[in-house]
């Protein structure tokens, strides 16, 4: 049987695209030297140590991807015990933009989601944290550095949505694909 496979030469385009931006835009900020800093400053106060709030590394449709999205990735998979050793930055980028397009192209594509499924794993998600920490949701409210319980629970709703719509979305792309056991012997006899 041959191998059926999908074209992904659309999604490749896209995210080659936004590397090449992302590195565009990187190799594409000025430098400002301290001295002609200091030559302008008007103010008195003069901070001895500078902090970067954050920066746009790219965008996929309606999503926005910071660099503390990257930071938040690779935190979150050093929690769950990941050996980020033999991975690069990049290759994680590469992914998170993965996710971000296949969740764009859901929404393209107008894949329903379930929203009584995702409150429910926003609930079974926070009486989780709760059961865990042994703590109340006012102490919730505060470690995540939110308002309010709605605005704890909104932002919960979001990252469940976009990672149920990459899912759904990748089960349709790759959904498809047969592979036989005879074809990956042949692909790992022809590694050199």
């Known amino acids: 049987m041959q191998l059926r496979t999908i074209n992904f030469k659309s999604i490749t385009k896209a995210l080659s695209l936004c590397c090449f931006l992302y590195v565009g835009a990187v190799g594409a900020q000025e430098i400002i ?3 002609v800093v200091k030559k302008n400053l008007k103010d008195t106060v003069v901070s001895a140590t500078r902090l970067k709030a954050d920066g ?8 926005v991807v910071l660099e503390s999205d990257l930071d938040r990735e690779i935190a979150q998979l050093e929690a769950q015990g990941a050996d980020l050793s033999e991975v690069t930055r990049c290759e994680l980028f590469g992914l998170l933009l993965e996710k971000k ?4 192209q859901a929404i393209q594509d ?13 609930d079974q998600q ?8 042994r703590q109340d949701m006012d ?21 469940n949505k976009n990672g149920y719509l990459e899912q759904e979305m990748r089960k349709k792309v790759i959904g498809e694909v047969e592979v036989t056991p ?9 590694i050199p």
């Open 33 to 35: 030297s301290d001295e």
């Open 110 to 122: 107008s894949i329903m989601v379930n929203e009584l499924y995702i409150k429910s794993l926003v």
């Open 182 to 190: 005879e074809e990956v012997r042949t692909f790992f006899n022809e």
């Open 139 to 159: 102490w919730l409210i505060k470690y995540y550095k939110k308002d309010s319980e709605q605005a704890l629970r909104d932002e919960m709703y979001e990252i």
């Open 56 to 63: 746009v590394a790219a965008v996929v449709g309606d999503f």
């Open 101 to 104: 397009l296949y969740a764009h």
């Open 126 to 133: 926070i009486q989780g944290i709760l059961a865990q920490s």
